[in-house]
């Protein structure tokens, strides 16, 4: 099985910026790589939510509409990792960040522990 250790997080101000990183390990790793994968979040209160996600190959990325145009989602596949760069920040964008195999589908797939993003205004 896949583990996913999420790092990165912190506080920051609105307008600033934050670059999450994933970092998967596994022996399934060495055979198959990273296949799909993506970042959720969960504010207080609230449910977790898709934030973005991105095919085994790179070349296709979804987003949330409330991050479209302020957040990157990419992968380094030599490395393992999958990096989320946000930009922009907003004090509603303050939730616990995760990332997930298979993003597309919540019924399935591994999650990291999470990492706190704070956006201060």
């Known amino acids: 099985q896949v583990q996913l250790v999420e790092s990165g997080g912190g506080l920051v101000q609105a307008g600033g910026s934050l670059r999450l990183s994933c970092a998967a390990s596994g022996r399934e790793l060495s055979s198959n790589g990273m296949g799909d994968m993506g970042w959720f979040r969960q504010a207080p209160g609230k449910e977790r939510e898709f934030v973005a996600g991105i095919t085994r190959s790179g070349v296709t990325t979804d987003y949330a509409d409330s991050v479209k145009g302020r957040f990157t989602i990419s992968r380094d596949g030599p490395k393992n990792t999958l990096y989320l760069q946000m930009n922009t920040l907003k004090p509603e964008d303050t939730a616990v960040y995760y990332c997930?195999?298979?993003?597309?589908?919540?019924?399935?797939?591994?999650w990291g522990q999470g990492t706190q993003v704070t956006v201060s205004s």
């Open positions: 997930k195999t298979n993003p597309w589908t919540v019924a399935s797939g591994t």
